[in-house]
């Protein structure tokens, strides 16, 4: 009977390192997941703040650097009649 005792020993041995391997999978799988959450996590918070800090930022160097426009001596004439109003009248007795 030392012969089947030994061979169970070696088939328990064997079940427990097939089930430690499944183990180890699944705990890889679920810290690579997590993993993958707070680095998503890390690079969303990082935008947001570059976003709103460049934001803060932009404003006042781009009224800092905006050029000046030259003032004009005129100003704008507006026309007197409608750009569609046409200066002259047709008589629509020749179309006919």
Known sequence: MAGRA???VI???IDTAV???WALAA???VLAAVGTVVALARLATGAWAVRGLWR???GPL???QA???PESSQTPQRPTEPLWAHSERH???DAA
């Open 6 to 8: 030994e061979a169970d």
């Open 11 to 13: 088939a328990e041995a």
């Open 19 to 21: 089930a430690l391997g």
């Open 27 to 29: 705990w890889v799988a």
């Open 56 to 58: 803060a930022l932009s």
């Open 62 to 64: 781009t009224a800092e």
């Open 67 to 69: 050029p000046q426009a």
């Open 91 to 93: 008589d629509y007795e």
